[in-house]
């Protein structure tokens, strides 16, 4: 590439920036195929390789079952979240003893409280929001907060996306009710390329988020999710972009990592997707916002993940393409950048 009169200054902010706060946050996971013979086996190789605490599904009695297993046999193991299952056709259930433990078990332990809603027969809005309200009054009655917990399905799931589930917490005149954000959920529900919009959208009612790798291309299967739930070095999804969005709007919880139907992958998929996660929140891409002034004084805004270049040949465009290459100053030094 010739490179002619440069006719844009930019100002960047831009330096090789420390570790994400992430890093200072719990990093969980789902104990969907936790591997090892015994409950305490299972739990060593996943403290060994570095993990916080679990994620559980509480829906039923051996579910609360193998966390007495665990408590038994390892008995520092830490739960970070538990989910139940409220059914609209079915809302009395969630005042049977079973809930009662459930909700105490999470409540001794610090843990947080996920609720999955499930349809029925039907969604009626206002049926929803009666259920989704007596949950948060019965987790209150435990000093729990209520994290709705939204899933993809439609055939099966009443709130599917975090949008949705915002709109009944903003509906809801219970101040215990909260959100949570999943990326397999998300990306299912199309919105992959606008996650920090839906995150910032969310504001203080986040308290909770799972990530996975995944693939952009899905088939909308609630029986299948190898397209949309992988290990996290897996897929094509840039799942990286959800963390950054996470750090843009300043989330500071837990993070889950997603382990659904992953039981045919090898073991090392813990290994791998835990040494993952902890490379994006130590070692952050750098983030800048360019703005530049053309000839007549008008102002053009770039932003996005930049990456040094210092081949112009390899420049990348940057949308919209200024008018000449542009050259950025630096904190330490000057040099051309293109759009990762």
């Known amino acids: 590439m010739k490179i002619g009169l440069i006719l844009f200054i930019l100002v960047g902010c831009f330096s090789a ?5 992430l890093a200072n946050q719990a990093f969980g996971v789902f104990d969907f195929d936790l591997r090892g013979a015994t409950p305490g086996e299972q739990i060593d190789r996943l403290t060994t390789i570095g993990f916080d605490g679990l994620a559980m599904n509480l829906s039923k009695s051996h579910d609360l079952a193998r966390w007495q297993g665990y408590q038994l046999e390892r008995p520092g193991t830490k739960l970070l979240c538990g989910f139940l299952t409220a059914w609209l056709d079915n809302p009395n259930e969630i005042n049977n003893d079973h809930w009662s433990q459930v909700l105490q078990t999470l409540s001794d332990e610090g843990a947080l409280f996920w609720c999955i809603f499930r349809k029925g027969n039907a969604v009626d809005r206002s049926g929803l929001q009666s259920l989704v309200d007596a949950v948060a009054v019965r987790a209150g009655e435990f000093g729990l907060d209520l994290n709705i917990y939204p899933h993809d399905g439609e055939a099966l799931f009443a709130i599917q996306s975090l949008e949705e589930a915002m709109g009944y917490v ?7 009710i909260k959100v949570s954000a999943h990326l397999c959920h998300e990306i299912r529900a199309g919105n992959g390329d606008r996650l920090e919009e839906v995150l910032r959208a969310a504001g203080d009612k986040l308290a909770l ?5 995944a693939n952009q291309a899905f088939v909308d299967n609630s029986s299948d999710w190898s397209d949309s739930i ?4 897996e897929g094509d999804f840039d799942s990286r972009l959800f963390v950054e969005a996470l750090d843009r ?10 382990t ?13 997707s835990y040494d993952l996660w902890r490379s994006w929140v130590e070692s952050p891409r750098a983030t800048m916002s ?27 465009l940057l949308d919209p393409q200024p008018s000449s290459p542009v050259w950025v100053e630096v904190e330490g030094g000057s040099g051309f950048y293109r759009a990762r």
């Open 260 to 272: 659904f139907g992953l039981a045919s992958k090898p073991a090392s998929h813990y290994q791998s």
């Open 290 to 316: 360019v703005y530049s002034r053309d000839d007549f004084g008008l102002m053009f805004g770039y932003s996005g993940l930049l990456e040094t270049s210092t081949d112009l040949e390899t420049w990348t």
């Open 249 to 258: 709007v300043g989330y500071r919880g837990p993070v889950i990592l997603h």
């Open 209 to 213: 988020v799972s990530i996975n790798g």
């Open 230 to 233: 992988q290990p996290l070095s």
């Open 170 to 176: 903003r509906a809801s005149s219970q101040t215990n």
């Open 17 to 21: 920036r420390g570790q994400s706060p």
